[in-house]
Protein backbone atom coordinates (compact mmCIF):
# COMPACT_ATOMS: atom_id res chain seq x y z
CA UNK A 1 0.00 0.00 0.00
CA UNK A 2 0.94 3.59 -0.72
CA UNK A 3 3.42 4.87 2.11
CA UNK A 4 5.24 7.61 3.39
CA UNK A 5 7.60 7.75 6.33
CA UNK A 6 8.91 11.22 7.63
CA UNK A 7 12.18 11.31 9.60
CA UNK A 8 14.31 14.15 10.56
CA UNK A 9 12.68 16.44 12.98
CA UNK A 10 13.76 17.30 16.53
CA UNK A 11 13.89 20.26 18.92
CA UNK A 12 16.07 23.15 18.13
CA UNK A 13 17.24 26.78 18.89
CA UNK A 14 16.07 29.71 16.17
CA UNK A 15 18.56 29.64 13.10
CA UNK A 16 19.93 26.40 13.28
CA UNK A 17 19.24 24.51 10.80
CA UNK A 18 17.13 20.20 10.38
CA UNK A 19 16.86 18.11 7.03
CA UNK A 20 13.82 16.14 6.83
CA UNK A 21 13.45 12.96 5.24
CA UNK A 22 10.40 11.37 3.48
CA UNK A 23 10.46 7.67 2.96
CA UNK A 24 7.76 6.40 -0.05
CA UNK A 25 6.63 2.94 -0.96
CA UNK A 26 3.84 1.20 -2.56
CA UNK A 27 3.57 3.29 -5.47
CA UNK A 28 5.98 4.71 -8.68
CA UNK A 29 7.82 7.38 -6.88
CA UNK A 30 9.40 8.53 -10.39
CA UNK A 31 5.41 9.11 -11.61
CA UNK A 32 4.57 11.71 -8.57
CA UNK A 33 5.21 15.34 -7.44
CA UNK A 34 5.82 15.44 -3.83
CA UNK A 35 4.75 17.73 -1.15
CA UNK A 36 6.00 19.10 2.17
CA UNK A 37 2.79 20.54 4.47
CA UNK A 38 3.34 21.05 8.24
CA UNK A 39 0.88 21.69 11.34
CA UNK A 40 0.86 23.58 14.44
CA UNK A 41 -0.59 23.03 16.93
CA UNK A 42 -4.71 24.28 17.11
CA UNK A 43 -3.90 25.15 13.35
CA UNK A 44 -4.82 23.68 9.61
CA UNK A 45 -2.66 21.66 7.82
CA UNK A 46 -0.52 24.47 5.77
CA UNK A 47 1.33 24.22 2.34
CA UNK A 48 4.83 24.27 2.49
CA UNK A 49 7.01 23.37 -0.54
CA UNK A 50 6.38 20.88 -3.70
CA UNK A 51 8.96 19.29 -6.34
CA UNK A 52 7.33 17.82 -9.54
CA UNK A 53 8.61 15.19 -11.47
CA UNK A 54 10.73 16.96 -13.46
CA UNK A 55 12.28 18.73 -10.30
CA UNK A 56 10.20 22.09 -10.46
CA UNK A 57 10.18 23.34 -7.06
CA UNK A 58 7.55 26.32 -4.91
CA UNK A 59 6.72 27.35 -1.60
CA UNK A 60 5.50 29.10 0.33
CA UNK A 61 6.31 32.70 1.05
CA UNK A 62 6.70 32.05 4.67
CA UNK A 63 9.93 30.04 3.97
CA UNK A 64 10.80 31.00 0.69
CA UNK A 65 14.79 31.82 0.79
CA UNK A 66 15.23 29.32 3.73
CA UNK A 67 14.03 25.54 2.60
CA UNK A 68 15.24 24.03 -0.05
CA UNK A 69 13.15 20.70 -0.97
CA UNK A 70 14.74 17.35 -3.69
CA UNK A 71 14.22 14.78 -4.09
CA UNK A 72 16.22 11.07 -5.03
CA UNK A 73 14.14 8.81 -7.34
CA UNK A 74 16.97 6.37 -7.44
CA UNK A 75 15.80 5.99 -3.37
CA UNK A 76 12.08 7.10 -3.38
CA UNK A 77 13.09 9.75 -0.98
CA UNK A 78 12.17 13.39 -0.82
CA UNK A 79 14.08 15.83 1.69
CA UNK A 80 13.25 18.98 3.00
CA UNK A 81 16.49 20.99 3.83
CA UNK A 82 15.40 23.90 6.30
CA UNK A 83 17.61 26.62 7.86
CA UNK A 84 17.54 30.02 9.04
CA UNK A 85 14.34 27.98 11.40
CA UNK A 86 12.56 30.59 13.28
CA UNK A 87 9.95 29.41 15.89
CA UNK A 88 7.10 30.27 13.87
CA UNK A 89 8.46 27.14 11.96
CA UNK A 90 7.56 25.06 14.84
CA UNK A 91 5.22 22.13 13.34
CA UNK A 92 4.33 18.66 12.81
CA UNK A 93 5.85 18.19 9.14
CA UNK A 94 4.06 15.90 7.06
CA UNK A 95 4.86 14.59 3.04
CA UNK A 96 2.70 13.73 0.77
CA UNK A 97 2.45 12.63 -3.11
CA UNK A 98 0.43 14.43 -5.68
CA UNK A 99 -0.44 14.86 -10.03
CA UNK A 100 -0.82 18.76 -9.65
CA UNK A 101 0.73 21.35 -7.46
CA UNK A 102 -2.52 22.22 -4.88
CA UNK A 103 -1.60 24.25 -2.08
CA UNK A 104 -5.00 22.75 -0.41
CA UNK A 105 -4.37 19.47 1.96
CA UNK A 106 -7.62 18.55 1.13
CA UNK A 107 -6.80 17.75 -2.20
CA UNK A 108 -4.28 14.70 -0.66
CA UNK A 109 -5.26 11.71 0.45
CA UNK A 110 -1.72 10.19 1.57
CA UNK A 111 0.02 11.08 4.67
CA UNK A 112 2.74 9.93 6.81
CA UNK A 113 2.62 10.00 10.69
CA UNK A 114 4.34 13.06 10.39
CA UNK A 115 7.54 14.60 12.22
CA UNK A 116 7.69 17.33 14.80
CA UNK A 117 10.14 20.21 14.86
CA UNK A 118 10.04 22.60 17.33
CA UNK A 119 12.79 25.82 17.24
CA UNK A 120 12.68 27.92 20.59
CA UNK A 121 13.75 31.15 20.34
Known amino acids: QVRMDESGGGQVQAGESLRLSCAAS????????MSWFRQAPGKGREFVST???????TYADSVKGRFIISRDNTKNTVFLQMDSLKPEDTAVYYC???????????????WGQGTQVTVSS
Open 96 to 110: TRGLGSSRNARDYRY
Open 26 to 33: GFTFNNYA
Open 51 to 57: ITVSGST
